[in-house]
């Protein structure tokens, strides 16, 4: 009964900012790897951002230096800082956790998150 809630999607203009925010709860026991991967319409799924438990970061070649991912252990929380958005970064955000339980690690999804970015 793992749940992941995310929020902080919205609209805003070209060069604005917005921060995601992802919290994981239900029966885990710790947290492997979170991300956050983004869908446009008539687009496949693709990576954005990812940070390992022990703080390593990967990117996408199109966000980096703009995006910041981050993570908050002790609250089971992931957020993605988004600054001098562009229209091109419009999608639906989804929020990834790879997650140990009881028995195996596996991959939960969010739910997804509208991020619309206007000229």
């Known amino acids: 009964q793992v749940q992941l809630v995310e929020s902080g999607g919205g609209l805003v203009q070209a060069g604005g900012s917005l921060r995601l925010s992802c919290a994981t709860s239900g029966s885990i026991f710790s947290i492997n790897k979170m991300g956050w991967y983004r869908q446009a319409p008539g687009n496949q799924r693709e990576l954005v951002a990812t940070?390992?438990?022990?703080?390593?970061?990967n990117y996408a070649d199109s966000v980096k230096a703009r995006f910041t991912i981050s993570r908050d252990n002790a609250k089971n929380t992931v957020y993605l800082q988004m600054n001098s958005l562009k229209p091109e970064d419009t999608a639906v955000y989804y929020c990834?956790?790879?997650?140990?339980?009881?028995?195996?690690?596996?991959?939960?999804w969010g739910q997804g998150t509208q991020v619309t970015v206007s000229s």
């Open positions: 940070i390992t438990s022990g703080g390593s970061t």
């Open positions: 990834n956790v790879n997650a140990r339980g009881r028995f195996a690690s596996r991959d939960y």
